[in-house]
């Protein structure tokens, strides 16, 4: 399964952002979609996370600035980033979980995988 993200970039605070990320390749279904980020120093952190189930979950930073949508048509995930502030400034990694394609309809093992990243770089 390979993820390609895009967006990101050089903002002024205050300013908006739009991430996307496409899985393509062979799978069998896809239970989440989601995007982290770790700026310089700092751990890995979520950011959002979208499921098949229509759950969604927000860091408390980015709650109520970001929105997360997917297309469960297209297998894509966008992450629409607005009231951008410095501290947002990191590298953004697409994540998705799902299964690979198993017997017949089944599905097959589990797999979690990352996409390549992405800069956004926030200045004051």
């Known amino acids: 399964v390979q993820l390609q993200a895009s967006g990101g970039g050089l903002v002024q605070a205050g300013g908006s952002l739009r991430l996307s990320c496409a899985a393509s390749?062979?799978?069998?279904?896809?239970?989440?979609m989601g995007w982290y980020r770790q700026a310089p120093g700092k751990e890995r952190e979520l950011v959002a996370r979208?499921?098949?189930?229509?759950?969604?979950e927000y860091a408390a930073s980015v709650k109520d600035r970001f929105t997360i949508s997917r297309d469960s048509a297209k297998n894509t995930v966008d992450l629409h980033m607005n009231s951008l502030k410095p501290e947002d400034t990191a590298v953004y990694l697409c994540?998705?979980?799902?299964?690979?394609?198993?017997?017949?309809?089944?599905?097959?093992?589990?797999?979690?995988?990352w996409g390549q990243g992405t800069l956004v770089t926030v200045f004051s």
């Open positions: 994540n998705v979980v799902g299964f690979l394609r198993g017997k017949g309809w089944s599905p097959g093992r589990s797999f979690s995988n």
């Open positions: 390749g062979s799978f069998h279904s896809i239970s989440s």
């Open positions: 979208t499921t098949n189930l229509g759950d969604q």
